[in-house]
């Protein structure tokens, strides 16, 4: 086992290393000790139960208030081989506490919202992609039998359509039912419970480098797709980083129809800003990201998130920044016509 | 990224199906072109047919967005086709980039891609060439490998003999077999011994990728669960090998079995390949 606590002997701190991928234990320490190194800022919450009976767990992160906030929710790896996911909540919890103290607009982010960040939704899958390789993208019921269910394509919404597998064999296989499993139940009520106070959901996963945007039922289009091309802000800020394109798009467009996933959940839901990352590479690694690129790619998935982030929050608090952010962002005038359904038509398919 | 402001301007006529908008389609064939961009020093060069008409039959033909998914999947046709035909443990083609993509239905042989694209050999971190290829999908009950043509010259191959060359003393003369398992590991780490057997393992894959390729799949190697050393044959490094192979449409991730031979004379071949079972499921699967 590598050494992922570096001691510095003269200050007696325990410095945890972000460029490596950590174990399950790893990270529920981590997340105790986020708690414990900033009482003022951090509180664990449990909102779940997995399969075998693991805490899910997410970290509840902003300026105390006694009135409830608006929020953003992130939930990192739903897949459990998608370890480049985890290891991007841990990245984007340190930056962001790291920054709040000093930082202006990160402070006021923090006093006007709450963060909610779950680092590993999919608890019992990610223990056991460290033990085997080719079964970890999803749950796990009944590991012996390699009976696993698509977490994100649980949800009620839509379920289940396309781009799913009534094969409990397959990798897509989506479930029993709806929300059959109790860490998609887990994140279903979470949302719905909260979601009159969640600006902006984003789900992390890997690998394709895409920022997707809701749905993933073809030839369906959200009320507020124009809003939705914040997301090519998101990719031009990725890219500012370390050069590396992420294609803005629609799951039918660029990958495969999909339905009842939890980003077009939370979008139909009212949340209106729900965002698929698909961080780094392109398939030559693929799941197998090195560790070597840990650190880049969460730099740029930060920047990304952060802008998308910072929109949101501007176009909820602070109506002349919103004014500025949305004319460089959209830069466009018009009404949508034609081809829009409304919620309640969706509600019926 | 140029792209997606025509999408936002076209998203206020808002018909779903015409995001895209659709490019004049070229009258002329591509006929043969030799690229040689500039210090490029790789040339494909496309071997095309013009489209023809058959028994009064009209092609359609339609243009495709090269950054959504049916260019790229037909691209990475391309880039297994290429791999089975040139790959080697120093020579691993990617396919990195789409720039146009048309699709020509000639009925009952099939679908036709017709793509320009960048490739570059990634193994050696080669220049990136532009390069042009057709892709034929057959259609039929049974399921047939897609047919690509693309006639690349001489040059692709210069520059990693004497590497090969050394590999193959190397793993002809070693004291005992190699053998090695999950490249690359759970943290991406490769052993630098290990490299060139990963790259072996992936253009070997590339042939099983290749057969099982159609225009719902998009298939790339995961890892490498086992590689083993056989004994030589007829001058051939031999191998068996466990691949896991991923397809990011059905998500599905299979267990492959293969033997395969390689030399520096004879290149890569695939003796034998074989599905592992993958599963067995408790429950009854639903209708």
Partial sequence: MKLNYRVVQSLQQLVYNYTNYHTMDEISDWIQQMEKDHPDVVSRMVYGTTYEKRNITLLKIGLNNTMPKKAIWMDCGIHAREWISPAFCQHFVKEILGSYKTDGKMRKMFKNLDFYITPVLNMDGYVYSWKDNSVSFDSIQDYSMTKSVNLPQQSIVMHPLVGISRNCCSDIYSGERALSEPEAKAVTDFLSANRNNILCFLTIHSHGQLILVPYGYPDIIPPNYDELVVGLAAAKAIKDVHGMDYTVETPPNVLYANSGSSRDFARLIGIPFSFTFELRDKGQHGFTLPEAQIQPTCEEAYQGALSIITYVHDKTFASAAYTETATLVLGLNGVITGKILCMECLMRI | ?287
């Fill in chain 2, 1 to 287: 990224m140029h792209r997606f402001c025509s999408v936002c301007v076209v998203l206020f006529s808002l018909v779903w199906p015409c995001l895209v908008q659709p490019q004049t389609p070229t009258s002329q064939p591509l006929g043969l072109t030799s690229l040689h961009e500039g210090n490029c020093s790789c040339a494909l060069r496309l071997h095309h047919t013009e489209p023809t008409s058959q028994e009064g039959l009209v092609m359609t033909s339609r243009e495709l967005n090269p950054q959504f998914y049916e260019a790229s999947r037909a691209g990475r046709v391309v880039q297994h086709h290429l791999n089975t035909l040139y790959g080697s443990p120093f020579r691993v083609y990617v396919v990195t980039q789409v720039h146009t993509a048309r699709t020509e239905d000639t009925g009952d042989d099939g679908m036709k891609y017709v793509l320009e694209f960048s490739v570059k050999d990634w193994a050696s971190e080669g220049p990136e060439c532009k390069a042009s290829a057709e892709v034929l999908y057959p259609r039929g009950d049974v399921h047939q490998p897609p047919k690509v043509q693309s006639s690349p010259d001489g040059l692709l191959q210069a520059n990693t003999s004497d590497k090969e060359q050394a590999f193959y003393q190397r793993y002809s003369a070693a004291a005992g077999p190699v053998s090695a398992k999950d490249i690359p590991d759970s943290y991406g780490h490769i052993d630098p011994e290990m490299e060139h057997f990963w790259h072996l393992a992936w253009v070997a894959s590339s042939f099983i990728m290749l057969n099982e390729s159609s225009e719902n799949t998009l298939y790339s190697l995961a890892q490498v669960a086992k590689v083993t050393q056989l004994n030589i044959q007829d001058g051939q490094l031999r191998f068996e090998l466990q691949v896991l192979l991923h397809d990011m449409v059905s998500q599905n991730i299979n267990r492959w079995k293969l033997q395969v031979s390689w030399s520096p004379a004879d290149g890569v071949q695939v003796l034998e390949m074989e599905l592992l079972p993958r599963c067995h499921c408790k429950s009854q699967t639903r209708p």
